[in-house]
């Protein structure tokens, strides 16, 4: 396991937009809390940092998900022949 760089994991969590990615950062961070070898200092700050991107990256995915579908994108129906 990589050292904790306190400076070096804030930089990984701004430059990361894959949800999936900041989430496994913050469990890293927990674990390491957990086993004390990083500090409350530290796991807040990495939570200062993270938070605010998961959150930003999931009023995103729910305003795409509300977008209508643009019509012209639908396939055509088929007509029912009788």
Same mark, same amino acid.
């Given at each position: 396991? &990589?050292?904790?760089?306190?400076?070096?994991? !804030?930089? #990984? /969590? #701004?430059?990361? /937009?894959?949800?999936?990615?900041?989430? &496994?950062?913050?469990?890293?961070?927990?674990?390491? $809390?957990?086993?004390? &070898?990083?500090?409350? $200092?530290?796991?807040?700050?990495?939570?200062? *940092?993270?938070?605010?991107?998961? !959150?930003?990256? /999931?009023?995103?995915? #729910?305003?795409?998900?509300?977008?209508? *579908?643009? &019509?012209?994108?639908?396939?055509?129906?088929? #007509?029912?022949?009788?």
């Amino acid at each position: 396991m &990589e050292s904790f760089d306190l400076i070096e994991f !804030q930089q #990984r /969590a #701004r430059t990361t /937009a894959d949800p999936k990615k900041l989430f &496994e950062l913050w469990e890293d961070c927990c674990r390491r $809390y957990e086993r004390s &070898e990083i500090g409350r $200092y530290e796991l807040d700050e990495m939570k200062d *940092v993270i938070w605010p991107s998961l !959150q930003a990256l /999931a009023s995103l995915r #729910r305003i795409i998900n509300e977008q209508p *579908v643009d &019509e012209t994108s639908k396939p055509a129906r088929r #007509r029912k022949i009788s």
